[in-house]
Structures are given as C-alpha cells and as structure tokens.
C-alpha cells in the first residue's frame, strides 16, 4: 500500500536501441527483442514508455528507412511513448525526425500521477543542428574549441535553460517531485572518456540541483549504465539495448515508483535500482 501523499507510478524505459539492419540476422534479433519488451510493458501495465534516444545507428540516404523500421517495432506498444532526441537521432533531420515519431517539441514537460517530468534536449546545439540565435552560435563556437567536447555530443542551448528553470520554478509552486530526461550524461562519474557527456553539464547540474523537488535525472548515452548521487538527486543512466547481450543484460526495463521508492526493473525481473523517492512537502 502506498503511504498518503507518495505518488504511484509505472512507465516503461528503453535506451540506445542503435537500429542498423546487417548480415546476420541482427534486425530479427531486434524486432524479436524489442516485441520482448513491448510484452514486458504491456503486462507491467505501465502508463507510458520512455525512449531515451539513439534509435539508428546509420547516417546518409539508409537513416530514414532505420527510423521508419524501428519506429513500427516500438509502435506495437499500445499506450504513449516519449521520445528524447539522442545525437544519432539527428542523422535524420530533426524536423523530419519529429514527424515520423510524433514528437510534438524538441524539448518538453508533462505530469502524470503528480510527478512532473522534463525532456531535455541535449543535442539542441550541436555540429548536427545549426543553432537559431547569437549565444548559442558563440556556445557551439567555443565547444568546437574544447579538447574534451566530444563532436557528437552536444549542449542545452539558453532558450532551453531558461524554460528549465521557468518549468523547474513552477513545479516549485505545484509541490510536484521531478524527474528530469535527458539522452547524454549529466555527470562526468556516470559516463566515460569515450561515450563523453553533456557539454554544459555543469551549468544544467547547477540549475536542477537549485530546486529541493528534483528527484531523478534519467539517460542512456553511456551503454554499461551507471549511478551517481548528488545532493539528493540520483543520476541514472539506464543501460543500452544495443550492449543487452553483455552485463546487466539489460533490453529494457520498467520504473515503478510507489512507497516512497524509486524501483528500476530489468526485463527478467532482476532489480537495477531501488532508491528514495522522498514526497515534496
């Protein structure tokens, strides 16, 4: 039974899917696989599913197609899907790639069972998207410049960091917990040289970790996975499909909060996560 005032909530979860039909049989593994997890979230009646980005892995003329493909096996899921823009989702334009998944905005906020939950877009200035106003060309001109700004990362521009805050301000207001999405790392502990991270992380930490009421921030990116927490926050990186055949062995999973905890379950039922979910008073 859930205490009074912890809200109760189940939705789906699925990262780095990297969709590229090869020899092999690699594209029935993944209709096969991701039918898998279609059933697993229909049978944990989740209210929804999160798809935290790089569905395809092909750039050039094949990209659209992986995209069609691969958004037809996700479609067999009845319920909705939320879609966070990943950098290899951008190989397809993002207009373009908005339509065939439906995504309404490439950065939003909705609430479901009291919860408020923030879709960050973290390729908003990137290589791949040609920044719309001043600050954010001088923002992707000076990470050009940066050794350790990887070219296929990206940042949140200041358009987007200023609606962070506005929503973050008002979920204040609302008492509402918040759970923040975002497809690259926000921490330099949950990732790795490699795979790299969000290149303003350290300005958009700053800003999530100014309100009491933020309870999670959930990506992929880095396909091990990893944990980090900070001031109260937990930092989940959810482990990637694509890696689903090594350690976790994790396709997907499902994210139960209830009781005042924050349960993230793999596919075969074993338990990734089990953290505090603290009410907002």
């Known amino acids: 039974m859930t205490p009074p005032g912890h809200p109760s909530l189940k939705f789906g979860i699925i990262t780095d899917i990297h969709y590229a039909p090869e020899e092999g049989g690699a594209a029935d593994n993944t209709s096969c696989d991701l039918a898998l997890c279609v059933s697993l979230w229909e049978e944990a009646r989740t209210e929804f599913v999160v798809q935290l980005g790089d569905l395809i892995s092909r750039e050039g003329p094949e990209a659209e197609a992986d995209l069609l493909a691969v958004r037809d096996m996700l479609h067999r899921y009845p319920g909705p899907t939320v879609h966070v823009p990943g950098n290899h989702c951008l190989a397809v334009p993002f207009d373009r790639f908005s339509r065939i998944m439906s995504v309404p905005a490439p950065y939003l906020s909705f609430a479901v069972a009291g919860i408020r939950f923030i879709v960050l877009n973290g390729m908003d200035v990137s290589v791949l998207a040609e920044p719309d106003n001043e600050a954010d060309r001088q923002m992707l ?141």
């Open 141 to 281: 001109s000076y990470y050009r410049d940066q050794l350790q700004a990887l070219f296929y990362c990206g940042a949140v521009g200041t358009r987007q960091m200023e609606w962070l805050t506005t929503e973050l301000d008002a979920s204040t207001r609302n008492r509402e917990p918040v759970i923040v999405f975002c497809h690259l790392p926000l921490l330099a502990e949950t990732t790795d040289a490699k795979h790299g991270l969000l290149w303003n992380h350290e300005a958009v930490t700053a800003i999530i970790l100014r309100y009491a009421n933020v309870r999670a921030c959930l990506g992929g990116h880095y396909h091990p996975g990893a944990y980090a927490l900070l001031n109260g926050v937990h930092f989940i990186v959810i482990p990637g499909f694509i890696a689903r055949n090594e350690p976790p062995f994790c396709p997907c999973g499902t994210v139960d909060i209830s009781g005042g905890r924050l349960r993230i379950n793999a596919a075969d039922g074993s338990i990734l996560h089990d953290l505090e979910f603290r009410e907002v008073r």
